[in-house]
């Protein structure tokens, strides 16, 4: 894995994220020491379960306006 500074991070942030997204990515070094790794998403792990599927036709509705509930809570603060 190649290693680029922190300040280059800092001048061409943009540009080395897509490089890091395309290849094995960076670790990221301040003065000689390795401070982090920055690599591609792909293959994150998700952590929970899946939402169910709900049909919106099931959920439950009301009458009510919301922008009365969001008023309240603001004037509450």
């Not at 003065?31 to 036709?57: F, I, N, W, Y």
């Amino acid at each position: 894995m190649k290693a680029i500074t922190i300040r280059d991070l800092h001048d061409r942030t943009e540009q080395l994220v897509q490089e890091a997204a395309r290849r094995d990515g960076f670790v990221i070094t301040e003065q000689g020491e390795p401070l982090a790794v920055l690599t591609a998403a792909r293959g994150a792990r998700r952590s929970g379960k899946p939402l169910p599927h709900r049909d919106p036709a099931t959920l439950p509705t009301t009458s009510a306006d919301s922008t009365i509930f969001v008023s309240e809570d603001r004037n509450g603060r």
